[in-house]
């Protein structure tokens, strides 16, 4: 089997889309297929073991540049599409020198439908397979507050997304979340593969000889932004206002939620921003995630690793079951989230149980289950 990855990130770095392209590689290489991986950069220690082909000269500062746009100038300035084309471009200059009717699969993290066309009119027969790390938009019609959290954005995928549609083979989607948003785009379902997400759970582990009926530790970790849902956990937290208890924040604060957190003090919040967070999760109680719209967030994957109960939405994409590792909250509910958390206060001996179990289902879902059921999938395809 010979396979390429189209990659408009960093392969094999850290906290990056690229990070979970690896274990997938590293999978291929030890089967013995033939793998050559375009990608924007990549970790340099890996020159050695993979066929690695950087595609844009100074990517990497000039595609950071383009994404800090919508976040610190105006998030009506989408600036993805300006990304995919500069990436398309030199792509297709390197993709010129493959000889693509010896190419079984194209597995692409990006949308790129110039790539596709140019990749199909020289080998009709390719698979090309869609990695679709974030639910579509669609999915947020049946939300309350869309002003706030998406002001200024079109809640409709963009037209260079619906052109790359028309060539892509197969889906895989990390969630019944994201999936649920493809098929409300017209996808087929039996296109798609729902494949979760995975976490290191040698990295993550539970706190030895934790102190449960100590201080209660409330953990957040991410971007600090209305997307997250981080309105309604503050406003769920200041009004419940505990005695020995506070909320832990690990991420970067976008500038339109600081309003919320101008006396975070005087109601025991504490913003952290970027911390090695796989040695602070595991000192919290639980971990409470209310996002609006995700594909699967690895922060809660994270934490069930450490053995926190995990309180969650539908839309963050997790593979938490209501009731047994956490639970499972409609979006932007402040009440609901109160009540989630009093549980957890008013019961400490739930937190170790449900942690035990949180544990138990994170050993489930590694980055190794995850590169060989994206192989399998891949047999799958090809019959």
């Not at 300035?77 to 020198?97: A, D, G, P, Y």
């Not at 690895?298 to 997790?318: D, H, M, Q, R, W």
């Amino acid at each position: 089997m010979n396979l390429l990855f189209l990659l408009n990130s960093d392969f094999g770095v850290q906290k990056t889309i690229g990070a979970r392209a690896l274990p997938i590689a590293k999978e291929i290489v030890e089967q013995d297929k033939k793998l050559i991986v375009f990608c924007r950069d990549f970790n340099k220690k890996l020159i050695n073991n993979y066929n690695l082909i950087k595609v844009v000269p100074f990517g990497r500062p000039i595609m950071r540049f383009l994404s800090g746009i919508p976040v610190y100038v105006s998030k009506s300035i989408s600036t993805n599409e300006i990304k995919n084309f500069i990436f398309e471009f030199f792509l297709i200059r390197k993709l010129k020198k493959v000889d693509l009717n010896k190419v079984e699969i194209v597995h692409s993290w990006d949308f790129l439908p110039g790539v596709y066309k140019f990749v199909k009119s020289k080998n009709p027969k390719i698979k090309i397979i869609q990695d679709v790390a974030m639910a579509f938009p669609n999915v947020l019609e049946n939300i309350k507050d869309k002003e706030e959290p998406w002001k200024g954005e079109k809640l409709k995928i963009p037209e260079y997304m619906k052109k790359a549609i028309r060539y892509i083979d197969v889906f895989v989607a990390p969630s019944e979340f994201v999936k649920e948003s493809l098929i409300n785009e017209g996808i087929g379902e039996k296109k798609i593969y729902v494949i979760p997400f995975g976490v290191d759970i040698e990295r993550f582990k539970p706190l030895k000889n934790k102190n449960y009926g100590g201080k209660f530790k409330v953990a957040f970790v991410g971007a600090v932004n209305h997307r997250k849902g981080i309105k309604y956990l503050v406003k769920a937290w200041k009004e419940l206002n505990l005695r020995n208890a506070e909320l832990n924040l690990y991420g970067r604060v976008y500038p339109d939620v600081r309003k919320y957190l101008k006396n975070a003090g005087v109601y025991n919040i504490k913003i952290h921003g970027f911390v090695d967070i796989s040695k602070e999760l595991s000192k919290n109680s639980i971990y409470v995630f209310p996002s609006l719209l995700e594909g699967s967030s690895k922060s809660t994957y994270e934490a069930l690793a450490c053995g926190l109960p995990v309180i969650t939405t539908f839309n963050s994409g997790s593979v938490v079951n209501d009731g047994k590792e956490g639970f499972i909250i409609p979006v932007q509910d402040a009440e609901a989230i109160k009540d989630k958390i009093l549980f957890f206060y008013n019961n400490r001996k739930e937190i170790e149980k449900f942690g035990e179990k949180a544990r138990e289902l994170a050993e489930k879902y590694t980055w190794g289950v995850y590169a060989e059921n994206i192989n399998k999938a891949y047999e799958n395809i090809l019959g």
